[in-house]
């Protein structure tokens, strides 16, 4: 990713390009940017940060040799955006509802996935029986 950096300076400052320069501008470069996603991670419980941690090194490393300087905007802008929707503490609520307009843009083998994703992890977060019957009310 750093040499599209090189790649990206190389653009003039007007037209379509200086949008680019404009979104770069608001975004972090690309190890500062990993290092807070890891670092907001820690706030999570422990099953979710292992999945997220794993998740955003196997993406960042996928992403590494990437040239295309519009690709490294989308890359870095959605983490962004991932990033600042992270809550900031242990005590926030981190499930939100997908907005719908995201549904009809997913492909089938998106929504297949996604469907799949749904039912892991509920059996993830199911209460844990005790052995008295009751149910442990930790997720």
Known sequence: M?????L???FPATGPSADLRRASATLYPPIPLYRR????HRNLPREMRSL?????????RR??????PIHVM???????KYLDELPRDSNTNIFKKLDPTIF??????QLGQLYELMHATRDVWKPVSTENGAEDPRP
């Open 74 to 80: 989308g890359f870095l802008t959605q983490w962004r």
């Open 37 to 40: 996603l890891l670092r907001a």
């Open 104 to 109: 009809e843009k997913m492909s089938a083998e």
């Open 63 to 68: 992403h590494r040799i990437v040239t295309n």
């Open 8 to 10: 990206l300076a190389e």
């Open 52 to 60: 997220g941690d794993e998740y955003v090194k196997a993406e960042f």
């Open 2 to 6: 750093q040499r599209s950096y090189k």
